[in-house]
């Protein structure tokens, strides 16, 4: 099975901060990537599809890239919503056993 | 606008089976270029994919969970339903609902329902 690997599991930062998530494959997944962030109590939302595509409605200060084993997340300017933890999730195997990076947490300096 | 809302008991005795049921509003279980997954989350831990089914009955089951884990789909009800046997305290989590395009138009996890949360305890 493939195995996501996030870095940093958290990370603090300030409004207004660039922050970078990156999220590594133990194997090969082309573009198949995407990000999820969750905030307490709700279900996550996906951000970030095939490893750069925006999802109606996210905000554009948010981006993605990579393919092959890594990839990133980068939020150019944070926001107060954006204190949250994010998830990558790998939608490549065959048969399709999607896993998930364990997640990262940021949170407000 | 498709939905998804998980439905079944919250608190199940260890040994026992856990049930939950997904109903979709807004949308069809046979559209034939989804597939459906559970996916789970222990309290304070990150997110666990448990398993997919196709509507035509085709089911895709996380290895680690394989031994007991059922996925079924009811196409007349728009309903897909999980069954894990034998469960442990470590089963206790927020269990979701999620569909998941096949393919290469937007393959993840969206939408998703809200989630239930499932205590495994006597």
């Known amino acids: 099975d493939i195995q996501m690997t996030q870095s940093p599991s958290s990370l603090s930062a300030s409004v207004g901060d660039r922050v970078t998530i990156t999220c590594r494959a133990s194997q090969g997944i082309a573009s198949y990537l995407n990000w999820y962030q969750q905030k307490p109590g709700k279900a996550p939302k996906l951000l970030i599809y095939?490893?750069?595509t925006l999802q109606s409605g996210v905000p554009s200060r948010f981006s993605g890239s990579g393919s092959g084993t890594d990839f990133s997340l980068t939020i150019s300017s944070l926001q107060p919503e954006d204190f949250a933890t994010y998830y990558c999730?790998?939608?490549?195997?065959?048969?399709?056993?999607?896993?998930f990076g364990q997640g990262t947490k940021l949170e407000i300096k | 606008q498709l939905q998804l809302q998980e439905s079944g008991p919250g608190l199940v005795k260890p040994s026992e089976t856990l049930s939950l049921t997904c109903t979709l509003s807004?949308?069809?279980?046979?559209?034939?270029?989804?597939?459906w997954g559970w996916i789970r989350q222990p309290p304070g831990k990150g997110l666990e994919w448990v398993g997919f089914i196709y509507y035509s009955g085709n089911t895709y089951y996380n290895p680690s969970l394989k031994s007991r884990v059922t996925i079924s789909v009811d196409t007349s009800k728009d309903q897909f339903s999980l069954k894990l046997r034998s469960v442990t305290a470590a089963d206790t989590a927020l269990y979701y609902c999620?569909?998941?395009?096949?393919?290469?138009?937007?393959?993840?996890?969206?939408?998703w329902g809200q989630g239930t949360l499932v205590t495994v305890s006597s």
């Open positions: 807004g949308g069809s279980i046979s559209s034939g270029s989804d597939y």
């Open positions: 999620a569909r998941h395009p096949i393919g290469l138009v937007k393959p993840a996890f969206d939408p």
């Open positions: 095939a490893a750069s």
């Open positions: 999730q790998q939608s490549h195997s065959i048969p399709p056993e999607y896993t």
